[in-house]
Nanobody, 124 residues
Framework: QVQLVESGGGLVQAGGSLRLSCAASGRTFSFYVMGWFRQAPGKEREFVAA????????SYADSVKGRFTCSRDNAKNTVYLQMNSLTPADTAVYYC?????????????????WGQGTQVTVSS
């Protein structure tokens, strides 16, 4: 079992930045590929970013590429999502997730554990 707790969400103006954190507890954090997903009202949950177990590889949705950066600190059992140049289209509940896989995965169905989510609201 892995427990995930997100933090860092909030209200920000367009063009601003936020840094989300996801703290993990339970089984060895470095065994898991970590991902970030988001879900806006009335929309399906969508992939945002994923990072390999070592942190050496990342994958991003086209909509956030160049603006968001995913990183992890295995010593602190934490994964981060730095979000820059935010727009109202980024407004959503953001979830972190853990997948017991070797390769990066972008499908939410391949993730085993989920956090409770943190709200990000970007005002225009």
């Amino acid at each position: 079992q892995v427990q995930l707790v997100e933090s860092g969400g909030g209200l920000v103006q367009a063009g601003g930045s936020l840094r989300l954190s996801c703290a993990a507890s339970g089984r060895t954090f470095s065994f898991y590929v970590m991902g970030w997903f988001r879900q806006a009202p009335g929309k399906e949950r969508e992939f945002v970013a994923a990072i390999s177990r070592s942190g050496g590889s990342t994958s991003y949705a086209d909509s956030v590429k160049g603006r968001f950066t995913c990183s992890r600190d295995n010593a602190k059992n934490t994964v981060y999502l730095q979000m820059n140049s935010l727009t109202p289209a980024d407004t959503a509940v953001y979830y972190c997730a853990a997948a017991s896989t070797i390769t990066l995965v972008i499908s939410w169905g391949q993730y085993d554990y989920w956090g409770q989510g943190t709200q990000v609201t970007v005002s225009s």
